[in-house]
């Protein structure tokens, strides 16, 4: 009975949802740097993860993965995003408890260097030939956010899970902090067939600064579908992903629908992997929504990646090609211990 209740709640709260937020305004930006996304198979795929969510970097993705976790996992991610100009960084870890649970942390750092603080020459007069605008220090960005999730399998069929997150913003010398919360769930109707659900932000995720400003990000419900589809004859497994962000604020043109006061992003993506005796090859491909449908196409972003997984590391790498930013590179080593069972490359991945 506990169990059925809880998960009444998790619904009802995404039901009621849009009336909630249907005010919230300034909520478009804040934390951006948390929907760049982390894991290379997730973004090889471009961003299609919500009903695949797995192993260290669930707690991200879906906290409702955590609860059928295979194995212990610790995982890094390095990207060199934007052709080297921002540095990205994802260290996660997994455990399965018992009872059909798990735990997952993780930590993400965005930074940019040597960002060039310009003044006058001579502040106290006005600007003009004799008086120039000079770069006058360098200062960095560094934004960090600390996630904390815990999953949960209701039925074989059904799993729900929850995380926290700890923001922290340092530009130049100020500095910003906020906490928030992530609810997800996973439904699998049939075997190959695995549906996700994720509010980010549920309780709406206030970053205030030191000079007392405050940035809301309003929350987004993320819709994902994932299907498997095994061909024997090949050895081999072809899975179809695709993602929608609902986000409850207006955000204009810089998303690709509008629906009144929301705005939707679509994200779709596919793998195919090959798995001979336990080591398992994969190439995946993705689209990420455009931000300027008029000069990119629906899609601007395009991704490719690939994998090679063995039992007990993987290595996985993800391309972004940008159309006016630049490429991004994305590498990620995963180490996997405490199998449940005598699964394979293929079943922990």
């Given at each position: 009975?506990?169990?059925?209740?809880?998960?009444?709640?998790?619904?009802?709260?995404?039901?009621?949802?849009?009336?909630?937020?249907?005010?919230?305004?300034?909520?478009?930006?804040?934390?951006?740097?948390?929907?760049?996304?982390?894991?290379?198979?997730?973004?090889?795929?471009?961003?299609?993860?919500?009903?695949?969510?797995?192993?260290?970097?669930?707690?991200?993705?879906?906290?409702?993965?955590?609860?059928?976790?295979?194995?212990?996992?610790?995982?890094?991610?390095?990207?060199?995003?934007?052709?080297?100009?921002?540095?990205?960084?994802?260290?996660?870890?997994?455990?399965?408890?018992?009872?059909?649970?798990?735990?997952?942390?993780?930590?993400?750092?965005?930074?940019?260097?040597?960002?060039?603080?310009?003044?006058?020459?001579?502040?106290?007069?006005?600007?003009?030939?004799?008086?120039?605008?000079?770069?006058?220090?360098?200062?960095?960005?560094?934004?960090?956010?600390?996630?904390?999730?815990?999953?949960?399998?209701?039925?074989?069929?059904?799993?729900?899970?929850?995380?926290?997150?700890?923001?922290?913003?340092?530009?130049?010398?100020?500095?910003?902090?906020?906490?928030?919360?992530?609810?997800?769930?996973?439904?699998?109707?049939?075997?190959?067939?695995?549906?996700?659900?994720?509010?980010?932000?549920?309780?709406?995720?206030?970053?205030?600064?030191?000079?007392?400003?405050?940035?809301?990000?309003?929350?987004?419900?993320?819709?994902?579908?994932?299907?498997?589809?095994?061909?024997?004859?090949?050895?081999?497994?072809?899975?179809?992903?695709?993602?929608?962000?609902?986000?409850?604020?207006?955000?204009?043109?810089?998303?690709?629908?509008?629906?009144?006061?929301?705005?939707?992003?679509?994200?779709?993506?596919?793998?195919?992997?090959?798995?001979?005796?336990?080591?398992?090859?994969a190439l995946r491909a993705g689209a990420e929504p455009s931000r300027n449908q008029e000069g990119e196409g629906f899609f601007g972003s395009y991704t490719f990646g690939a994998g090679l997984l063995f039992r007990t590391?993987?290595?996985?790498?993800?391309?972004?090609?940008?159309?006016?930013?630049?490429?991004?590179?994305?590498?990620?080593?995963?180490?996997?211990?405490?199998?449940?069972?005598?699964?394979?490359?293929?079943?922990?991945?």
């Open positions: 009975m506990k169990r059925i209740v809880i998960v009444s709640l998790l619904i009802l709260i995404f039901a009621a949802l849009p009336g909630y937020c249907s005010w919230l305004s300034d909520g478009k930006y804040a934390a951006e740097f948390l929907s760049i996304g982390v894991d290379a198979r997730a973004l090889g795929m471009g961003g299609a993860y919500v009903a695949q969510a797995n192993g260290a970097s669930a707690a991200y993705w879906n906290p409702a993965g955590l609860a059928t976790l295979p194995a212990y996992e610790l995982t890094l991610m390095h990207a060199e995003q934007f052709e080297g100009i921002v540095g990205y960084d994802y260290l996660g870890f997994a455990q399965p408890r018992r009872n059909n649970s798990g735990l997952g942390v993780g930590l993400i750092r965005l930074g940019v260097d040597d960002i060039p603080m310009t003044a006058l020459e001579n502040p106290g007069q006005p600007l003009g030939s004799a008086n120039r605008v000079i770069v006058s220090k360098l200062t960095t960005d560094t934004e960090l956010a600390l996630f904390a999730g815990y999953g949960k399998q209701v039925t074989e069929r059904l799993s729900y899970g929850a995380s926290a997150k700890l923001l922290g913003k340092w530009v130049a010398d100020n500095s910003a902090y906020g906490i928030g919360f992530d609810l997800g769930l996973r439904y699998v109707p049939m075997n190959h067939l695995a549906l996700g659900a994720l509010l980010q932000d549920a309780t709406t995720t206030a970053l205030i600064w030191d000079t007392g400003q405050k940035e809301l990000a309003a929350p987004t419900l993320k819709l994902g579908g994932a299907y498997n589809m095994d061909i024997p004859a090949l050895i081999a497994r072809l899975t179809l992903a695709a993602d929608f962000d609902l986000r409850f604020t207006d955000r204009g043109k810089a998303d690709q629908f509008q629906l009144g006061s929301m705005t939707v992003d679509s994200h779709v993506g596919m793998e195919y992997f090959i798995n001979v005796a336990g080591t398992g090859v590391f993987h290595i996985d790498y993800a391309f972004l090609a940008h159309p006016e930013l630049g490429d991004t590179h994305r590498v990620a080593l995963a180490i996997l211990w405490g199998h449940r069972g005598t699964a394979g490359a293929g079943e922990t991945h």
